[in-house]
């Protein structure tokens, strides 16, 4: 019979750290904190999962066109691959095009100086908008990351301040009064945690993947450079 009153217990005690019960039975800020942070974790969770195929997607369409690239080998090669590739949202493809819509416009300007420059700069801005596209969830993330902690802080001190003056007003320091507040007030962190540490993982992982990718993008940038270069020379 005392086993039942043990396993009894344990099973009131789980019932009230479940939870949906913390959650039931937290005042209106208590909810609120943790209501904003669950909804900051299923945020960051979409946009590490939203971003990882776009990331690999944008790679991949990158890597392709670089292949592609490789084989020409003059200006009436590249003009082609312009045509078949216009309007294309791979990343490198998108720097060509710059390129070549910069060249096309150049015609048959004698500055040559003044063309060199303009093509640099088009290459640098479309390496630019890429790697920006690329980025784009960093900022959201790095924010769920630092700030989540913080507002799981809030939470608990919050709770506690609640318990406490739920003591002060009956006067009664038993642990079964006391440990439901405690735990609602303690579970706010832990939903904290549970939002900041995937995020920040993510983060770190992400900015040195588009890291990667940008070193990436401005050698395939170098390289279209010192080819439309020559021929720019060539014709002139």
């Given at each position: ?71 020409a080998e003059s ?105 439901p507040g405690i ?54």
């Amino acid at each position: 019979m005392p086993s039942l009153g043990i396993s009894g217990d344990a099973g009131l005690a789980d019932s009230i750290l479940s939870p949906i019960t913390l959650f039931l039975h937290a005042d209106m800020v208590g909810r609120l904190v943790m209501l904003l942070l669950l909804c900051a974790s299923i945020w960051s969770w979409a946009l590490i999962l939203g971003q990882g195929f776009r990331a690999r997607s944008m790679r991949h369409g990158s890597r392709n066109f670089e292949r592609a690239y490789t084989k020409a080998e003059s200006m009436g090669e590249l003009e082609r691959f312009y045509d078949r590739y216009f309007g294309s949202t791979d990343p490198s493809a998108r720097i060509f095009l710059s390129a070549m819509q910069t060249v096309k416009n150049a015609g048959r300007v004698i500055d040559h100086e003044g063309e060199r420059e303009r093509l640099a700069v088009s290459l640098e801005s479309a390496v630019g908008a890429s790697v920006e596209e690329m980025a784009s969830p960093l900022t959201s993330l790095a924010t769920i990351g630092s700030v989540s902690p913080f507002v799981g802080l809030f939470g608990t001190v919050w709770g506690i301040m609640h318990s406490f003056s739920q003591i002060a007003a009956g006067g009664n320091t038993a642990m079964a009064i006391v440990g439901p507040g405690i735990a609602e007030a303690l579970f706010s962190t832990a939903l904290g945690l549970f939002a900041a540490i995937p995020a920040s993982v993510a983060y770190n992982r992400m900015s040195h993947s588009v890291n990667n990718f940008e070193a990436q993008l401005n050698r395939f940038s170098d390289r279209i450079y010192i080819t439309l270069s020559r021929a720019m020379d060539a014709r002139h």
